[in-house]
């Protein structure tokens, strides 16, 4: 007795399915040869001014007002500079791909 296998369609292959997203953080350090979708961390959902606090390495509000101003900025959807990093959120789609 065999078994008949078929490929199964990819969750990106079925026509009309809901894709994925998820919220990414990228950086872009401050140098010449830097890819602009360095992911740093991601969730999926937007995630808590903390959360991004943390995920930036740095306590909300943060000692210094500049990187405090910075992380709201990015929670807000900004592109922001931390030192010589910048960085965004950005909504990621199963499967899209990043340039």
Do not use: C
């Not at 903390?50 to 306590?59: D, I, N, T, Y």
């Not at 007002?65 to 922001?80: C, F, M, N, R």
């Amino acid at each position: 007795m065999s078994r008949r296998t078929t490929k199964q369609p990819s969750f990106a292959d079925v026509a009309g399915a809901t894709r994925a997203k998820i919220i990414g953080l990228f950086s872009i350090d401050n140098n010449y040869d830097q890819p602009n979708n360095n992911l740093v961390a991601f969730w999926t959902e937007k995630p808590s001014i903390q959360a991004l606090a943390s995920a930036l390495r740095s306590a909300f509000p943060a000692s210094d007002d500049a990187v405090t101003l910075a992380i709201v900025k990015i929670w807000g959807g900004e592109e922001h500079d931390i030192g010589s990093v910048s960085y965004r959120l950005q909504d990621v789609t199963e499967g899209e791909i990043l340039e």
